[in-house]
């Protein structure tokens, strides 16, 4: 049943590096629908590429990450 499908995780990259575990915002990655934070190592000026993407409890990952674009000015 297509009801007992839940986010089991959420992971984010910068530009190509490594993905990471994001934190869930409420403590657990339990629900279908979920919030949740990370924190990146320190970035060099210029433009990033931001990704996230989530493993639902299939084991099945988003098909297009979602993307956004920062700047950072030092």
């Given at each position: 049943?297509?009801?007992?499908?839940?986010?089991?995780?959420?992971?984010?990259?910068?530009d190509?590096?490594?993905?990471?575990?994001?934190?869930?915002?409420?403590?657990?990655?339990?629900?279908?629908?979920?919030?949740?934070?990370f924190?990146?190592?320190?970035?060099?000026?210029?433009?990033?590429?931001?990704?996230?993407?989530t493993?639902?409890?299939?084991?099945?990952?988003?098909?297009?990450?979602?993307?956004?674009?920062?700047?950072?000015?030092?």
């Amino acid at each position: 049943m297509i009801s007992d499908v839940f986010v089991s995780n959420a992971q984010f990259k910068v530009d190509s590096g490594v993905w990471s575990n994001a934190s869930p915002s409420d403590g657990l990655f339990d629900s279908q629908s979920e919030a949740c934070g990370f924190t990146t190592q320190i970035l060099s000026n210029g433009v990033h590429d931001v990704f996230l993407k989530t493993i639902d409890s299939l084991g099945q990952e988003s098909l297009t990450p979602a993307q956004d674009q920062i700047t950072i000015v030092g």
